[in-house]
């Protein structure tokens, strides 16, 4: 008898990340705003796994809560896959198995990793050998932090965010992070903070159309320096989270009280990302925090960026 040959299959991962700083410019007539974001890909992976079929499919499966994880042609990782298929008219499909890491509506970017590590993943599966350039234009198409799970790294994104420069980071930042047990909608925290620019209109600067990152953030990233960077972490969409989720402020607090250089709610949150000053820092805060009942994980960065596995 002929052993049937299991089906073809391509593994790959791709990175969370935090923002370290997010400066939101004005509201355009678009509804949208340009960003200036420095982003750092950091060590909770997204896993892909990518199998030869005839149609498109997805199972989603991981160690952060899912229920609000599309698993239909929603799924920004199917979406990835059909728009490759488009592109380079390749006429099959794939059943695609997404293992979660990165917290879902946590601010970290996960559907963007996986809509990266996806496109890598088919790449590879349907030989259909995209060049780079072209792979980041599809990317840009996705989403506006997908440009970046697929470089990682440490990058500066303006425009929508997808406008990606690498910035240069000296060694290893260390990062606890507190992930809630809830999400918060991006458009819904944007939203909540076009709402607070109009209310202190009178008493805060207008927002610039065209915002940039400080130099002390590109200085203090460069040295590798956390107390440097503790000192620059910003994030323009941080009141508004905390006024949807005035919870948040807690936990921002406790950190810094037990140790933590500064703390900071990541993108449009409600994760927290506290920066610690070495190692031996962030295991005594991740212990501190797990005390207080907070659902807490370390993570490294910077670290590289969406990449095939074992190939
Ligand atoms: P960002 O930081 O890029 O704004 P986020 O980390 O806050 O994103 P994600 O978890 O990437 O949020 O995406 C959340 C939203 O996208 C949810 O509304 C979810 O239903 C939808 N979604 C679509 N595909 C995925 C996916 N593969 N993983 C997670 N959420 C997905």
């Known amino acids: 008898m002929t052993p049937v040959a299991a089906p073809k299959m391509i593994h790959a991962k791709a990175p969370g990340k935090?923002?370290?700083?997010?400066?939101?410019?004005?509201?355009?007539?678009?509804?949208?705003?340009?960003?200036?974001?420095?982003?750092?890909?950091?060590?909770?992976?997204?896993?892909?796994?990518?199998?030869?079929?005839?149609?498109?499919?997805?199972?989603?499966?991981?160690?952060?809560?899912?229920?609000?994880?599309?698993?239909?042609?929603?799924?920004?990782?199917?979406?990835?896959?059909?728009?490759?298929?488009?592109?380079?008219?390749?006429r099959g499909g794939v059943h695609l198995e997404i293992g979660k890491h990165v917290p879902v509506t946590g601010g970290m970017g996960g559907g963007s990793a996986d809509a990266a590590a996806t496109l890598l993943a088919c790449d590879a599966l349907w030989g259909t050998d995209l060049p780079r350039d072209e792979m980041l234009a599809l990317a840009t198409q996705l989403g506006a932090d997908v440009p970046f799970a697929l470089t990682g790294g440490t990058a500066i994104g303006t425009g929508r965010g997808d406008q990606l420069s690498p910035a240069l980071a000296k060694g290893q930042f260390q990062w606890v992070l507190v992930i809630a047990d809830f999400g918060l909608s991006t458009p819904a925290v944007y939203s909540e903070l076009d709402k607070h620019r109009d209310r202190h209109s009178q008493d805060i600067f207008p927002a610039v159309s065209q915002p940039f990152v400080d130099a002390n953030v590109l200085q203090a990233l460069r040295a590798g320096d956390p107390h440097m960077l503790a000192e620059t972490l910003y994030n323009d969409l941080q009141a508004a989270a905390l006024h949807l989720e005035p919870s948040l402020a807690s936990v921002l607090e406790l950190g810094e009280e037990n140790g933590a250089l500064a703390g900071v709610i990541s993108g449009s949150g409600p994760t927290v990302a506290f920066l610690a000053a070495d190692l031996d820092n962030a295991l005594e805060l991740q212990i501190a925090l797990s005390a207080a009942r907070l659902n807490v994980v370390r993570a490294t960065g910077p670290v590289h960026g969406a990449r095939l596995v074992n190939l």
């Open 18 to 90: 935090i923002n370290v700083f997010l400066k939101v410019g004005a509201l355009l007539d678009d509804g949208f705003h340009d960003v200036a974001i420095a982003y750092q890909a950091v060590s909770l992976y997204e896993e892909v796994r990518a199998y030869e079929a005839d149609d498109f499919s997805i199972e989603v499966a991981g160690s952060v809560e899912l229920s609000r994880v599309p698993v239909d042609g929603s799924n920004i990782a199917i979406k990835a896959a059909r728009l490759l298929a488009r592109r380079t008219g390749y």
